[in-house]
């Protein structure tokens, strides 16, 4: 399956508000070239779907996390451009990080957690709206904070007695409010996928914009997100807008346009032994297809042992604990997860300098706009969380996948 892809990039200037519901929108004017490569709007019409499922409660699973990222205009460095996720150490030890921490992910930010004192792992994307800069705000700014806020609002969460479990949609909201009462971030917005995986192999989901997440299972794309778009090039995003600017756009007869939390999409999913999770910016989205994705995962779980082809079809290894723990994984470069999340963030950051082969962007680009002349992959920053599930237990029966 091939997934739709719009992203957003800004065509006029909009202004967004954190305080009223939408207005109507003004029509969009056909950008130039230069216009559609450089930034996305500020931007809401809620959506909520919801993908109901029951996860097996006799199998427990443990969630093997890896990132890996690049700057616009860095090169990819596989050895340096990677995060391997530890459950069990506090990596973060302040609620928000020094810009000195950050990763080198420019705009693009992520976060990886433990949810309070569970086995449930909380990870994100935030990808910050670049149209912030004309008006001389650094979008990494918010998108950073509010992905600090999200894990540390994970890691100190409790879970009280008769209390519902924290939700992907209620901690995307902790760490928009959060960012919203910081008073160092004055504006600015991104857009969010964030979701939650729980010991039971249950897996929540809230994406708000063209962030968004690939789920493979054995040799296919079991599901996948839709990008929440207003219009070509206009995702939707969490803002914060100065009161000076409402006042302008106001003025000026600018259209006033917000996005929150509630608004994002929701779904749930059952994960099984051997899935694959991909949550990614639209650094990775504009430049790879879904099928260049499991392209990418198939040759690599097969070439390792993780998957094995049987009887023309595909089976997942028993025990994958030998590929997913640094200590074990001698046949996969380092481990599987962070070998997936490089190999991903690789191909993505070469499709986006290629002039040549027209990747999702260009595709949408020449549909919506045939007259543009574009041509080849999207410059941008680029993230990638990967996460291999694994059951405790093993594999908990017969799966297999045809060719």
């Known amino acids: 399956m091939l997934s ?29 070239r230069q216009q559609i490569h450089s930034i996305r709007a500020f931007s809401v019409q809620p959506i909520l779907r919801s993908q109901e499922a029951q996860a097996d409660s006799a199998h427990r699973f443990t969630y093997h996390v890896a990132a890996a990222f690049s700057a616009k205009y860095e090169r990819f460095d596989p050895t340096s451009n990677v995060f391997h996720f530890n459950p069990y ?18 705009q693009d930010a992520f976060f990886i957690s433990r949810v309070g004192d569970t086995n449930a792992v909380a990870f ?15 979008p990494a700014d918010f ?19 008769g209390e519902s479990p924290l939700t992907a949609r209620s901690l995307m909201q902790k760490g928009y409010v959060d960012v919203c009462k910081d008073r160092s971030i004055h504006a600015g917005g991104s857009t969010a996928a964030i979701a939650i995986a729980s010991e039971d192999g249950k897996l929540d989901v809230a994406n708000l914009g063209d962030s968004g997440f690939v789920h493979l299972r054995l040799n296919a794309v079991h599901s996948y997100s ?9 995702p939707y995003q969490l ?18 346009l917000c996005d929150y939390p509630k608004d994002a999409d929701v779904t749930q999913h059952t994960l099984k032994h051997g899935d694959i999770l991909i949550f990614a910016s639209d650094g990775v989205w504009d430049n790879l297809f879904n099928q260049d994705i499991l392209r990418i995962a198939s040759r690599l779980m097969v070439g390792c042992g993780a998957w094995k082809a049987d009887n023309g079809g595909i089976l997942v290894a028993d025990n994958l604990k030998a590929y997913t723990q640094a200590e074990d994984s001698a046949q996969c470069s380092q481990t599987l997860q962070s070998a997936l999340a490089v190999k991903i963030a690789r191909a993505a ?6 002039q040549r082969a027209n990747g999702p962007f260009a595709k949408e680009v020449q549909k919506y706009y045939p007259h543009e002349n574009w041509h080849g992959g999207k410059i941008d920053d680029i993230c990638v969380i990967v996460v291999v599930v694994v059951s405790e237990d093993g594999k908990p029966g017969a799966i297999q996948s045809k060719l």
Request: contains cysteine; proline residues 8%; hydrophobic residues 30%.
């Open 124 to 138: 994100g994307i935030a990808d910050g709206v670049g149209g912030w800069e004309d008006s001389g705000v650094d």
């Open 143 to 161: 998108s950073h904070s509010f992905c600090d806020y999200m894990a540390s609002a994970a890691y100190e969460h409790k879970s009280d007695p």
């Open 226 to 234: 839709e990008p929440q778009t207003h219009a070509f090039n206009t």
């Open 239 to 256: 803002s914060i807008v100065p009161a000076s600017m409402l006042a302008r756009a106001a003025a000026f007869g600018g259209a006033q």
């Open 4 to 32: 739709k892809i719009h992203n957003g990039v800004q065509f006029k200037p909009l202004i967004a508000c954190i305080q009223y519901q939408l207005r109507p929108m003004r029509p969009f004017i056909t950008p130039s």
């Open 89 to 106: 150490n506090r990596i973060q030890t302040q609620k928000k990080r020094p810009k000195s921490k950050r990763p080198a992910s420019g």
């Open 349 to 354: 950051k070469s499709a986006s300098t290629d």
